[in-house]
């Protein structure tokens, strides 16, 4: 299992290296389910950006790897924030204005800045978590007035089923309008693309890539 997955983590990183063309793209390795002895080789191996969706198992698993960059993905609910300020590098799935008053008053009683990247809801479903594009300004301009976050950029996941070209390429336009909008706003990453499309991804842009089962195979899932 460890040569099969380090086997499958040396496609992706050929693939990105094709696929970025010299730009510098960070890869996540996704290890939702994954258990902590199967993220071990891919560590070992020089990974140090691990992307997680439950607050609870990112936590279990900051314990085993302190040093790693640990990046909350999915969903959040208000009374899990205190969970992950100081273990998370980056909270990439911030899209509502209460998350982030939530996240300003945990990260000031740590006298700390928490970066965030706002997740844009870009296919405009309503099951999806992100906000709309027509009222990321406004969220953006509400982060910014918060001094203990700061905006680092942009996350999206575009729905499911479809040619990813056309949001992937909206992203990318979003990316670039809002770069230089507020001095307190970085807007230095653009987070999309997971592990059927990452290279596409790419190639629109993206310099941050979220990939799990391209890496770690199908997890079993527990519920």
Known sequence: MKDETLERLQAVR?????????RTVTLVAVSKFVPSERMRPVYEAGVI???ENYPQHLSEK?????????????????????YLI??????????????IHEIEKRAASREMVQPVLLQ???GREPQKGGVDPD?????????AENAHIRVKGLMAIPPAGEDASPYFAAMYRLYERFRAVDSRIDMEVLS????????QAISYGANM??????????????V
Not at 86 to 97: M, N, P
Not at 192 to 199: L, N, R
């Open 192 to 199: 999309m693309g997971m592990s059927h499309d990452y290279e």
């Open 14 to 22: 050929q693939n990105i290296d094709h696929a970025r063309q010299g």
């Open 135 to 143: 009222e990321l300004e406004a969220l953006l301009a509400c982060a």
């Open 49 to 51: 950006d691990f992307g």
């Open 120 to 122: 844009v809801n870009i």
């Open 86 to 99: 100081g273990k998370v590098k980056l909270i990439q799935s911030v899209d509502r204005a209460p998350l």
């Open 62 to 82: 900051w314990e085993q790897f302190p040093e790693a960059n640990w990046h909350m993905i999915g969903q959040m609910q208000l009374n899990k924030v205190k």
């Open 209 to 222: 890539v979220r990939v799990g089962t391209a890496i770690f195979g199908p997890r079993q899932i527990k």
